[in-house]
């Protein structure tokens, strides 16, 4: 069936390292991907998409890698700043327009 | 340009009862989709709207229902409401349905007693 699992259900890096968050997908159909920060109290914050004809892409201080081969995305922040605190959700498009959320990542950054 | 509305911010209701959400999208954007995320868990698809008329729907009982607005604003209505229906409800709206970001509200946090 479809889903979208993490490896790693926290992260904790010093500010300043790079954090890599890593998800896999098991929906081979799966054309579109998105990653998402999600602070507490608040609803989802798009930071980032991919869609499956690219492997890589890159915004500010963000990118995200995708490899269809083993069904693997991540996304790597740079710098990391306390800000950066956050759950972090990866989600694929499985199909009649519906995303599929993993259950997230905490990322801790110590000052 | 504001984002994605959703009210109330918090509900206390008790089993039994029957609660509506609502959400207004960013303008311009007329697909809406519902998510449940209980405490702990990933975000859990509820409902796609699109054009006034429910387009997709997840794996959840006929009593999560819900309908859109000619001004595509949309109501998540819950019916006969038990203790596991206490969640975090995002509502999150779209320019070109799944294949363009889902901007989200910020949610209307349900706890049912």
């Known amino acids: 069936g479809e889903s979208v699992g993490l490896h790693l259900p926290t992260l904790s890096v010093q500010e300043g390292d790079n954090s890599i968050i890593n998800c896999a997908y098991s929906n081979s159909a799966s054309d579109y991907f998105i990653w998402y920060k999600q602070e507490s109290g608040k609803g989802p914050q798009f930071i980032i998409d991919i869609r499956s004809n690219m492997d890589k892409r890159q915004g500010q201080r963000v990118t995200v890698l995708l490899n269809k081969t083993v069904k693997h995305l991540s996304l790597q922040i740079a710098a990391t700043q306390p800000g950066d605190s956050a759950v972090y959700f990866c989600a694929e498009n499985a199909g009649f327009q519906k995303l599929v959320f993993g259950t997230g990542t905490r990322l801790l950054v110590s000052p | 340009e504001a984002g994605v509305t959703q009210s109330p911010t918090h509900l206390i209701k008790t089993r039994g009862q029957q609660v509506t959400l609502r959400c207004s999208p960013i303008?311009?954007?007329?697909?809406v989709y519902w998510y449940q995320q209980a405490l702990g868990l990933g975000l859990q698809f509820l409902l796609w709207?699109?054009?006034?008329?429910?387009?997709n729907r997840g794996n959840f009982p006929p009593r999560f229902s819900g309908r859109q607005f000619p001004n595509y604003s949309s109501e998540l209505n819950v019916n006969a409401l038990e203790l596991e229906d206490s969640a975090l409800y995002l509502c999150?709206?779209?320019?070109?349905?799944?294949?363009?970001?889902?901007?989200f509200g910020n949610g209307t946090r349900l706890t049912v007693t």
């Open positions: 999150a709206s779209s320019l070109d349905g799944g294949n363009s970001p889902l901007h």
């Open positions: 709207y699109d054009e006034g008329e429910e387009r």
């Open positions: 303008s311009g954007h007329t697909s």
